[in-house]
């Protein structure tokens, strides 16, 4: 497929972009108290505007401390901010990109209660989003004039750092959202009731923007076109509030779908597939006449698709520039192979921020938000480096490594690289585990890695001996707990299940284990073979090693596919017709199935580990699931590492 339609120029108002791709808008959680911004988010930018993205979102930047409410993405209510602003807006300046300053009144019933005790504000007082109990404050009018003036502040910070336009985030049912959705405003003044009063808010905020920076910066307006709940804003609904919008003065109009009660909507998982939100894009073409810009989980091809089908001007990618900041540049030079693929797992992008109330990565791009300090140098003093084991922790060590410079022989003891990783992605949901598996194969020959597959390594080969440095990881496989009958002819692994599926007869099949492995090889059964699949799960719930925004997509999908989970449930025996199970109340029943798939979790295989720590501990180091039992993230910033401090 050619690219070429994803790099002409398009205009927003007065602001030529040198082509249609844009990094969406994302939060880094980064900055500091006082509300600037960290040197390392501004790196981060940079670093996708020297790749050749042609428009960079900044994450929403809050009105000020108080409506932040603890979000680390920064404020504009000072002067003191601007120094780090014009930096970012200087070094995106720099290699020809175009840089948009997004500003937000704060998240509102979907915020926590604040530092201070006080309840989340909102158009009006409905229970908070994550404490039903707390009753959220109705702003007033006179809170809404004073918001009014913060805009124009704010406005003028953004044209005082130097940003080309400004985006209002009025998206995934924050504040502004809850003012335009009949289902959040309950109001009986000027502002609730009829869909003009609805559309008052955001248009008083248009105008008072506009009053600032008139015709100097392009004004754009990011906004849900489908809630994708009962009682939401539908479709229809909101092509009302576009013409309206787009008389009020915006120039352009950032669309997407869903809000805090579709949440999978607002971070979409692999499940959803790729251009999961362009849908909402033809419907509004025929609206409103001013450029349209849609997200969602885009790739290279779908970004070429919706560009060529005429329904919008640009296309955002998010984690796709996480993962690959360099992803313009390399398809404008005809080099769509090296694009890395996002795996679309928000592991570690919101999973870190969400889970662990600290800044974005990503789980195959280590230097996301490290531009500076993880930077892959040249060596001037070259090693002989040996790598066993071609997994994702082995791939990327090989492959950091060789671009620093050394020699490196890799070993795998299978006849194709990839580890488990090579052999888990045959649902169509894990196909970007299967293009990035097909990556790193790519760039290792590329780089000149001398592979050697169907090679397995003892402890005894002089090469170890030889070699300077000696990185490995030998990978895991399944546990087989010691349950009668279950080396049965009807009974496989689930890796087996996935290299070997005509392993899977018959048409009842049973999977014991309801961790991540077990329900994605369900969904991939049930939906891609139409089988009927029952889970088996000792725990009281399925899915405890799944984040929760990619559970909320899954669990709907397994529900969709007739998929039965059994909770709380033991596996004590497997027969020819299917396996007896206990109970919590210590009762057992019997699970017909034909064939039944063991997915107790995983184990590391350390013969070889073992025996070359013991031989040459001092210039060993261990990665991926023979140092710690780990997702794909883990063992490629184990590879990352382990390479850069040779």
Request: net charge negative; charged share 25%.
């Amino acid at each position: 497929m050619g690219y070429e339609s994803l790099f002409t120029p398009f205009k927003i108002g007065n602001m030529e972009v040198k082509n249609r791709i844009g990094l969406s808008p994302m939060g880094t959680n980064s900055a500091f108290t006082n509300g600037r911004k960290d040197a390392q988010e501004i790196d981060y930018f940079i670093e996708r505007a020297k790749g050749g993205t042609g428009i960079l979102y900044m994450g929403c930047q809050m009105l000020n401390e108080q409506i932040a409410q603890g979000s680390m993405e920064g404020y504009l209510d000072t002067y003191t901010v601007l120094p780090s602003l014009t930096s970012v807006c200087d070094g995106c300046h720099r290699y020809g990109a175009k840089i948009v300053c997004q500003i937000s009144p704060g998240t509102g019933r979907n915020a926590f209660p604040d530092t201070f005790g006080n309840p989340p504000i909102s158009a009006s007082a409905l229970p908070s989003v994550f404490n039903p109990d707390v009753i959220c404050h109705a702003l007033t009018k006179e809170e809404i004039a004073q918001m009014m003036e913060g805009f124009k502040f704010a406005a003028g910070v953004a044209s005082d750092a130097g940003f080309d336009a400004i985006e209002i985030h009025a998206h995934a049912g924050y504040l502004i959202d809850q003012f335009m959705s009949p289902v959040w405003n309950k109001r009986t003044d000027e502002y609730g009731g009829s869909p003009e009063n609805c559309a008052r808010f955001p248009k008083e905020i248009v105008e008072a923007i506009k009053s600032v920076v008139g015709d100097s910066m392009p004004v754009i307006f990011r906004i849900s076109l489908d809630h994708r709940f009962e009682g939401g804003r539908t479709l229809e609904d909101s092509m009302k509030l576009l013409k309206v919008l787009e008389a009020a003065g915006v120039d352009a109009f950032d669309i997407d779908a869903g809000c805090y009660e579709t949440l999978d909507y607002i971070f979409p998982p692999s499940y959803l597939g790729e251009s999961c939100m362009s849908y909402v894009c033809a419907e509004a073409r025929k609206a409103v006449s001013v450029p349209l810009i849609n997200a969602g989980s885009h790739n290279p091809d779908s970004a070429v698709e919706l560009i060529e089908s005429g329904n919008v001007d640009f296309v955002n990618m998010g984690r796709a520039l996480i993962a690959d900041p360099y992803l313009p540049n390399k398809l404008m030079t005809g080099h769509p192979e090296d694009v890395r693929p996002c795996l679309r797992c928000n592991e570690y992008c919101i999973g870190r921020i969400w889970n662990k109330h600290t800044k974005l990565s990503c789980a195959i791009n280590p230097q996301a938000m490290e531009e500076v300090r993880f930077e892959i140098k040249k060596t001037d003093s070259p090693k002989n480096v040996v790598v066993i084991g071609g997994g994702p922790g082995g791939m990327e060590a090989a492959r950091v490594a060789a671009i620093e410079g050394h020699k490196v022989t890799l070993f795998e003891k299978n006849s194709k690289l990839g580890g488990v990783m090579g052999d888990i992605c045959t649902a169509k949901f894990k196909n970007n585990i299967k293009k990035l598996t097909k990556w790193y194969t790519v760039q290792l020959e590329k780089l000149g890695v001398d592979v050697r597959l169907n090679t397995e390594i003892t402890g005894d080969e002089s090469i170890l001996e030889e070699c300077d440095n000696i990185i490995i990881g030998c990978g895991a496989v399944p546990v087989t707990p010691p349950i009668p009958g279950i080396d049965g002819n009807n009974v496989i692994s689930i890796l087996d299940a996935h290299r070997d599926p005509s392993l899977i007869k018959g048409e009842k099949i049973v999977i014991c284990g309801g961790g991540a492995s077990g329900l994605d090889g369900a969904l991939e059964i049930a939906s891609e073979m139409g089988k009927k699949v029952t889970v088996v799960e000792m725990l009281p719930e399925c899915g405890k090693d799944v984040f929760f925004i990619n559970k909320i997509t899954l669990f709907t999908k397994l529900a969709e596919n007739g998929v039965e989970l059994m909770t709380n449930t033991k596996v004590v025996s497997i027969e020819e017709n299917g396996l007896t199970v206990e109970k919590q109340d210590k009762t057992t029943e019997t699970v017909l199935a034909d064939t039944v798939i063991s997915a107790f979790g995983m184990k590391p295989v350390l013969t070889t580990v073992d025996a070359v720590k013991a031989k040459y501990h001092l210039k060993t180091r261990v990665v991926g699931d023979s140092n710690k039992l780990g997702k794909i993230g883990e063992a490629v910033r184990d590879g990352f590492y382990a390479a850069t401090s040779l």
